[in-house]
């Protein structure tokens, strides 16, 4: 589903004979156990082709024997499913002042995770050393080898563009600016990389965590600065050079005048994001230096704070009414450190977007806080890396075990 990430710096192709085979693995890779007859069914193949590509399933290690079906007769017949243990992929979520990794087995399920305080400002090449050096030493610590690590998915706190993986002048990211990130792990840990803007990893991790049936939704960070992701028909949208939902450079009514960190005036970004709302604070008075220091005022219900954070709520609320009527989303969901202040931000939301937008396109929206939370971006970040190393690409890819 999420293939359609930023990926270069493939292995190359094994050999025509996994490519049926991979064909075939797409009807297993939901786990759920079915037999050759019933696979012979499905796809129309002759029992004899299905057979040879399930023995190079087999031989791949991606599914396994799962029990037998009911007989009418005879032997009851061998059903065949996902190996969850065939391999690993590994999430990296690299933000402005945090790094979160995780490993998945191919059936999606986070066996391990780090978070530690890691400044991208500190630049590409030391960011990713630490990131190869820790998917090494978190492989290590739960007894699987670096050989069993099929690819990697990382969020990046920048414009990303879509054909290579690079990053795209992000404002944030000093030293950043066209570096190969992909591949550079490919020559590091010799897998596919692919690379997206943490927003849309995090829409997915939403999605994959919470709104498994919901085709339609938007995830909004509300952090350091401000974006969105777009699943729209079950897909992640990205547009044509992989900036869709870049609304924190939107302008909104409320910033004339002001300057953002872009170069323009105006951005939904420099009036709503978390050092936009300290700034403000601070420039009233009060004692705050950071987001940090925000949220616990929020919490001890500092009525300035809760004031502005509720305005931020109607910022993101005027530029999210536009968005509603151009993705008509069913469901808004935010997520960032600012919106871990809870129900101001929402309300703040709510009041513009109910009230600008038109009745049948809020009758049935939902606007939540993420229930994924600290964990959208890196499980989403696992499934961008599983959605390739269980495509027929990425199962073309790979060499039967010797």
Known sequence: MWLTGAMVATRKPAGSGIAGASELFQLLRDGQPRTKAELVSITGLARSTVGLRLELLLELGLIEPSGEASSSGGRPPSRFALNPAAGVVIGADLGATHATIAVADLGG???????VAMPIADGPERVLTWFADSAMAILGSIGRSPSELLAVGMGLPGPIEHRTGRPVNPPIMLGWDNFDVPGWIMDSLGVPALVDNDVNIMAIGEKTTAFADTDNLLFVKVATGIGSGIISGGLLQRGA????????????ERGAGVECRCGNFGCLEAMASGPAIVAQLRADGVDVSSTRELI???????LRAISAVRQAGRD?????????????????VLGGSVSSVGEHLLAGVREIVYQRSTPVATQHLSIVQSRAAEDAAVVGACMLALGYTLSPEGIGAMSPRG
């Open 109 to 115: 399920n986070v066996l391990e995770t780090n978070r």
């Open 316 to 332: 993101i609320g005027e530029v999210l009414a536009m968005c509603v009527s151009l993705v008509n989303p069913s469901v808004i």
């Open 296 to 302: 616990e005022l929020v919490r001890g219900n500092d």
């Open 241 to 252: 050079e992989g900036l869709a939902g870049d609304i924190g450079h939107v302008r909104i």
